[in-house]
């Protein structure tokens, strides 16, 4: 079975941090960009950032642009995002994404979604 498996999520105070993890069952990441999709009720999907197959370009969204970083380990079949200085308008599910390719991200057309994981930053 083909997955992306987040984990990492959960609630945490404004100004806190996390870091999401995504692991790829089934298949390797190696030629894939991957990262990540947030949703939150009454909001528009928003593609926060990915990352090419081989790490050598990073996309983010404007609203997480200093605060979240992403990076990959093909090695460990793995991408992670670390997002400090949290704020309650990240609240939403964040699911990961992978892209055939590797060379960009669409958030119109995804080859792989994960499940989701919720963050909650709270007051």
């Known amino acids: 079975q083909l997955q992306l498996v987040e984990s990492g999520g959960g609630l945490v105070q404004p100004g806190g941090s996390l870091r999401l993890s995504c692991a790829a069952s089934?298949?390797?990441?190696?030629?894939?960009?991957i990262g990540w999709i947030r949703q939150a009720p009454g909001k528009e999907r928003e593609g926060v950032s990915c990352?090419?197959?081989?790490?050598?370009?990073?996309n983010y969204a404007d609203s997480v642009k200093g605060r979240f970083t992403i990076s990959r380990d093909n090695a460990k079949n793995t991408v992670y995002l670390q997002m400090n200085s949290l704020k309650p308008e990240d609240t939403a599910v964040y699911y990961c994404?992978?892209?055939?390719?590797?060379?960009?991200?669409?958030?119109?057309?995804?080859?792989?979604w994960g499940r989701g994981t919720q963050v909650t930053v709270s007051s």
């Open positions: 990352i090419t197959k081989g790490g050598g370009s990073t």
């Open positions: 089934g298949f390797s990441l190696d030629y894939y960009a």
């Open positions: 994404a992978a892209w055939w390719g590797g060379s960009s991200c669409d958030t119109t057309w995804v080859d792989y």
